[in-house]
């Protein structure tokens, strides 16, 4: 396996416009996660699915942010409208048996907003 | 987040040199995860600790959970250009839902 895919690996959008993030998990793990990275703030949790349903989106910081997961394939995670606070590099995860377990990393999305 | 503390922020250790980082909670951890990051890439796992007193290694890097299971440490011996990165731990708390809580990072600089 080729490990968790995320694209793109950069972003630079402007401001009010919408952004689609995107992952591919490790094929047989049944937990994926999003996760942001700023230095203000550290790595945040957003949001996580398990077995492609959202069992906790408290993390996710504004309404501008929805996630999805159409198929244990594949996930997205979209701003709209983006905002210049919203830059960071943004992770995904996925596991084979949730929090208590190793979760493999994505490269990460770097997302700027001038 | 301030409800695990790493300690130091950053470190700069002399190539063969022995170091220490420290993962630190005001609470009782429900499991305990060291992670590793280089610049630029995701995190990689290193280890998972989850009963007090628990030790593991892998290479020359050793974890430990104290038996309060409150805070942890991170050894890593003989330091070598490889070892540089970011070490963030990551705790389960009692109050967190069950959710990765994420030290801020402990910034590893190896010199030559």
């Known amino acids: 396996d080729a490990g968790v895919i995320q694209s793109p690996r950069h972003e630079v959008t402007e401001m009010g416009q919408e952004v689609t993030l995107r992952c591919k998990p490790i094929?047989?793990?049944?937990?994926l996660f999003w996760y942001r990275q700023t230095m203000m703030r550290g790595l945040e949790l957003l949001i996580y699915f398990n077995n492609n349903v959202p069992i906790d989106d408290s993390g996710m910081p504004e309404d501008r942010f929805s996630a999805k997961m159409p198929n244990a394939s594949f996930s997205t995670l979209k701003i709209q409208p983006s905002e210049p606070r919203d830059s960071a590099v943004y992770f995904c995860?996925?596991?084979?048996?949730?929090?208590?377990?190793?979760?493999?990393f994505g490269q990460g999305t770097r997302l700027t907003v001038v | 987040s301030q409800e695990l503390e790493q300690s130091p922020q950053s470190l700069i250790v002399q190539e063969g040199k022995n170091l220490t980082i420290n993962c630190t909670s005001s609470k009782t951890l429900y499991g305990l995860y060291w992670y590793k990051q280089k610049y630029g890439e995701g995190l990689i796992f290193l280890m998972m600790?989850?009963?007090g007193g628990e030790e593991k290694s892998h290479e020359k890097i050793t974890a430990k959970l104290d038996e309060k299971k409150q805070q942890s440490s991170l050894h890593i011996t003989a330091s070598q250009p490889s070892h540089a990165g970011i070490y963030l731990c990551g705790a389960v708390l009692p109050d967190s839902n069950y959710q990765l809580i994420w030290g801020a990072g402990t910034k590893l600089i190896i010199k030559p």
């Open positions: 094929s047989g793990h049944d937990y």
């Open positions: 600790l989850q009963k």
């Open positions: 995860a996925s596991s084979l048996h949730g929090m208590n377990t190793e979760a493999f």
